[in-house]
């Protein structure tokens, strides 16, 4: 007797590839014109789907799980956050959770370089210019930066991505700092020349550039507040490819206008996908950089996810401890 396949409901679009594997796996629902699905869609997914494939823009929370059948066993998150799926709820209901890390650390890491390289040199300033027939030639005092090589960098965060971002940070001349929930072994201190600070405050006021590398979590939420944020030397710049909600983004782009931080580079925000408009008017002004969640955008990184994701269901599913299970300590 052949084996029913499982019902995988899958809420956005995902490349060819990856919903081609899946159709030839699993009993599969896709989602064609990829938009953001409603709260009631989610909740008619749950209701019938044995495995729920959410992305970030998925608020799986108690109202939608409660709504949820009983046939409903894995949810197979298309992405390594899972702050928008409420985990403990879903564990409480008998029904796994996975995600997707380690596929998108080298991509996310280049962002966050290539956007303190942007904010510090102003690079995304200089590409308006010349297409926009600004520029009338070179100026020793025209459209001046600040040199990386030498400065302080404070990673908040010191896990796959931070560790990554260090290691190309070393490359550039920068300073290695940082401040984790745990402190990393001595040996990868050691190898990426970093120095830990117990104290984030301490931390952040001896900095010249903050990157925000660590998990939105009800502890990090705001972690970098309106107290934390006038710790800042004036000179500094913040960048974040984290989540947007670990910045108090109010306190931050008031600080901007008024000159009490030099710059930021964002690709998330805390409200997304709204971007503040201070934030808005503060790009259109040349003050921050403004990216759309491009992180982890590479075709190898969907590519990876996408097998992540069938390999969690497949083996789940083959009655076996999937790789990427989320635990409880883990949140």
């Known amino acids: 007797m052949t084996k029913k396949k499982p019902l995988v409901v899958v809420t956005r679009r995902l490349p060819d590839m ?3 594997r899946m159709a030839e796996l699993f009993d599969v629902r896709l989602n064609h014109d990829d938009a953001p699905m409603r709260q009631a869609d ?14 970030i823009t ?7 799980l409660a709504q949820a059948g009983p046939q409903l066993r894995l949810i197979a998150n298309f992405g390594a956050g899972v702050d928008h799926i409420d985990v403990q709820q879903a564990l409480a209901r008998g029904v796994t959770v996975t995600n997707t890390p380690g596929v998108l650390t080298e991509d996310t890491a280049d962002m966050t370089m290539a956007l303190i390289l942007s904010v510090a040199r102003r690079i995304a300033e200089g590409a308006r210019v010349v ?15 600040r040199r990386i090589t030498g400065k302080r960098l404070g990673i908040v965060g010191m896990g796959r991505i931070g560790q990554a971002l260090a290691r190309r940070a070393r490359a550039f001349g ?13 040996a990868t201190e050691q190898a990426l020349e970093a120095t830990y600070w117990e104290s984030l405050d301490q931390m952040l006021a001896r900095m010249d550039i903050i990157s925000v590398n660590c998990p939105h979590t009800p502890a990090t939420y705001h972690l ?20 947007g909600e670990i910045i108090d983004e109010t306190a931050m782009a008031r600080m901007l206008e008024a000159n009490e931080l030099s710059g930021a580079g ?11 408009p201070r934030l808005l008017k503060l790009a259109r002004a040349n003050k921050v950089v403004l990216l759309p969640h491009l992180g982890s955008a590479t075709i190898e990184s969907r ?25 409880p300590s883990m949140l």
Not at 177 to 185: A, E, K, T
Request: overall charge negative.
């Open 18 to 20: 990856v919903e081609t």
């Open 58 to 64: 998925d608020m799986i929370d108690s109202a939608v």
């Open 131 to 145: 297409p926009d027939d600004e520029w009338t030639g070179w100026s020793p005092t025209w459209m001046l930066g």
């Open 174 to 186: 920068l300073s290695i700092h940082y401040h984790n929930r745990r402190r990393v072994p001595a």
């Open 224 to 243: 970098l507040s309106a107290r934390r944020l006038k710790l800042l030397k004036p000179s500094a710049i913040i960048v974040n490819t984290a989540r």
């Open 266 to 276: 964002l690709d998330v925000f805390e409200h997304a996908p709204a971007v503040n």
């Open 303 to 327: 590519h990876d996810m996408g097998e992540k994701v069938i390999l969690n269901i497949q083996t789940f599913m083959d009655g076996h401890r999937p790789p990427d299970r989320i635990l």
């Open 42 to 55: 989610l909740i008619e997914a749950v209701k019938t789907a044995d495995v729920l494939v959410p992305t």
